[in-house]
C-alpha cells in the first residue's frame, strides 16, 4: 500500500497534473463528462465483487449482500443519474434584465462552468458511495478529482487505488490511500473545492485548512438525528422501521435515529414493539453474518462504554435480542438507553452505532425545545399522522433533511439535495443540486448594438433632466 509520505506527494503532483490540464482544457463537451463517468461505472462494475469482500474483511463482518446494495448500486446510481442529465444541467439559464437595463434590449445568462480539481475524502461507514456519490456531482461538472478513502478500511481503500490506476486517467481521477496525515496534507493542497464526510472534529480541521488557501468546503457530518414518535403514529409501523434503521449497517449511518422520543403513556408498547421488529430482523447477534459489525475495536469499545456509562448514571437499558455481549467479534444487540441523564455521553455524542437513546415527552413543545436547544441535526423523523402536528414539527426546528413516517430515505433521493446544516454540515449535493454544488455559477451580460445611453441623458454631461428623469423612476 502506498505509504502516507508517498501519498502525500502523490496528491500534490496529481493536483498539478489536473490542474495543468484544465488549464489547457478549462471547459469540456457533455460528451467527455459522460465518458468520465462512464469509465467510474465501469470500474465499479468490473470490480464490485474485490470491493464487496475488502469491506466485509475491514468490517470484520458485513453482509456481501448490503455492501453491494450500498455501496456499489447506490454509487452506480447516482453516476448514472448524472451521466443521464449532464445535457440538460449544462444548458446556460435565461435571466431577466431588470429596468433600467431591460430598456437596453440586453440580454443576461447564467454559465455553468467547471471549477477545477475537487478533493473528496470519504468515510469508513459507507467507504465506497461517500466517494462516488458526490464524484458523480464533480464529474458531471466538468471537474477532476483527488479521492481519498478512510484509513479505517485499508482493504478496501488498496482496491479502489489499484481500480482507478487501472481504469481512470490520473488528469481525470485519482485514488491516494493513507491515514490522518494524508488527509491533513490533502486539504492543505490548493483545490477548487473539498468534499469532506466525517466527524464534526475533523471537519472543523478540514474547514480550518481549507480556509488558509481559500478553498470552499462541502461538509456532511452527521448528528444526533431525532425521531419523534406522534400520538397518532402507528406504534408497530413506527417500531418497525426504526427497528429496520438501526439494523441497517449496526447503526453505522450518519442519518441513523439516535434519539427517540416516545410519549410517556407509550413507552412500554414502544419498547415491546421495537424488540419484536428487531428480533424479526435479526433473532441473535453473535454469529449472525446478517448483523454488521461494529468497524474496529475501537468503535465497538466507544459504543458499549456509553452504554455502560449511561447504566451506571441510572439510566434503564433494554437489550434487543437480550444475549450476552460477545468478547470474540463486533456484532452487537441493541441496546435501547432509556432518560440518560443529560451529563451522559450517549446524550451528547453521535452513537454511530447499534443503540439508541429513547426519552419520553408529555408535550410536543418540549421535545421541539429540546431539539432546537442543540446542534442543528443532519436528519429529522417524524411519525404520525396528524397533519398539524407534522406541520409544527417542520416549520419549527431545524435539519439537513425530513422523513415522514420512515428513517433515513430522503437521503436517497437523487433529484433533491442532501446535506447539512449548522452543527451537520455546510453545502450539499445528490442530482442537478451535486452538479451546482461543484459548478461556479457564472453571469454573462451581452449588450445590444445600438447604446441608446446617450440619447437619453443617461452619460455625462447630464442634462437637467437627468436627475428628474431618473428620481420619477423611484417607486416602492
Known amino acids: 500500500m502506498t505509504t502516507h509520505t508517498d501519498a502525500g506527494l502523490a496528491a500534490d503532483q496529481i493536483l498539478a497534473g489536473q490542474l495543468a490540464e484544465f488549464r489547457t482544457r478549462r471547459t469540456s463537451s457533455a460528451d467527455e463528462r459522460r465518458a468520465r463517468i462512464q469509465r467510474v461505472i465501469d470500474m465499479l462494475v468490473a470490480r464490485c465483487d474485490e470491493l464487496v469482500e475488502a469491506i466485509d474483511a475491514d468490517f ?26 449532464i445535457d440538460e444541467w449544462m444548458q446556460p439559464e435565461q435571466r431577466s434584465v431588470f429596468s433600467p437595463y431591460d430598456q437596453l434590449g440586453a440580454t443576461a445568462a447564467v454559465h455553468y462552468q467547471p471549477k477545477g480539481s475537487v478533493a473528496i475524502i470519504g468515510t469508513w461507514n459507507a467507504p465506497v458511495f461517500t466517494l462516488m456519490s ?31 490506476a487501472e481504469f481512470l486517467d490520473p488528469t481525470d481521477v485519482a485514488v491516494v490511500t493513507g491515514g490522518p496525515d494524508v488527509a491533513q496534507s490533502l486539504t492543505s493542497l490548493p483545490f477548487d473545492h473539498i468534499v469532506f464526510t466525517g466527524g464534526v472534529a475533523a471537519g472543523r480541521s478540514v474547514l480550518e485548512n481549507a480556509a488558509r488557501n481559500l478553498v470552499p468546503v462541502t461538509l456532511e457530518l452527521g448528528g444526533k438525528s431525532p425521531t419523534i414518535i406522534g400520538r397518532s403514529a402507528d406504534l408497530d409501523t413506527a417500531a418497525f422501521r426504526i427497528a429496520v434503521a438501526k439494523a441497517t449497517n449496526g447503526g453505522q449511518l450518519c442519518v441513523n435515529p439516535d434519539t ?79 432518560d440518560p441523564p443529560e451529563s451522559a455521553a450517549i446524550s451528547q455524542e453521535e452513537i454511530f452505532g ?41 416549520e419549527g426546528t431545524t435539519s439537513g433533511g425530513v422523513t415522514i413516517n420512515d428513517a433515513m430515505m430522503h437521503a436517497g433521493m437523487l433529484d433533491a439535495p442532501f446535506g447539512g446544516v449548522g452543527g451537520s454540515g455546510m453545502g450539499h449535493y445528490n442530482g442537478r443540486e451535486g ?42
Not at 135 to 157: D, F, H, M, Q, Y
Not at 354 to 376: E, S, W
Not at 460 to 473: C, I, K, S, V
Open 435 to 476: 452538479f451546482l454544488e461543484f459548478s461556479h455559477a457564472r453571469t454573462v451580460f451581452e449588450s445590444p448594438e445600438h447604446d441608446p445611453r446617450r440619447e437619453w441623458g443617461m452619460l455625462p454631461p447630464y442634462g437637467e433632466g437627468y436627475r428628474a428623469a431618473m428620481t420619477a423612476q423611484i417607486a416602492p
Open 60 to 85: 470484520g463482518g458485513r453482509h456481501p449482500g448490503y455492501s453491494t446494495v450500498n455501496d456499489v448500486l447506490g454509487s452506480l446510481t447516482a453516476l448514472k443519474y448524472s451521466r443521464d442529465h
Open 354 to 394: 447499534p443503540a439508541m437513546v429513547v426519552r419520553t415527552y408529555d408535550d410536543l413543545d418540549q421535545v421541539l425545545g429540546r431539539i432546537n436547544a442543540g446542534p442543528k441535526p443532519l436528519a429529522l423523523y417524524y411519525f404520525g399522522r396528524d397533519s398539524e402536528e407534522q406541520r409544527a414539527v417542520i
Open 134 to 164: 458526490p464524484l458523480a456531482g464533480v464529474l458531471a461538472a466538468g471537474n477532476r478529482a483527488v479521492l481519498k478513502p478512510s484509513e479505517v478500511v485499508p482493504r478496501t481503500a488498496q482496491v479502489l487505488a489499484e481500480a482507478a
Open 260 to 338: 427517540v422520543y416516545v410519549p410517556s403513556e407509550a413507552l412500554e408498547s414502544f419498547l415491546s414493539a421495537v424488540a419484536r421488529s428487531y428480533e424479526e430482523l435479526l433473532p441473535t447477534a453473535a454469529g449472525n453474518p446478517d448483523v454488521i459489525a461494529v468497524v474496529a475495536d475501537r468503535h465497538a469499545a466507544r459504543v458499549d462504554e456509553y452504554v455502560r456509562e449511561a447504566a451506571d448514571l441510572g439510566a434503564r437499558v433494554v437489550v434487543v435480542p437480550d444475549e450476552p455481549i460477545s468478547t470474540t467479534e463486533r456484532r452487537r444487540p441493541l441496546r435501547l438507553v432509556l
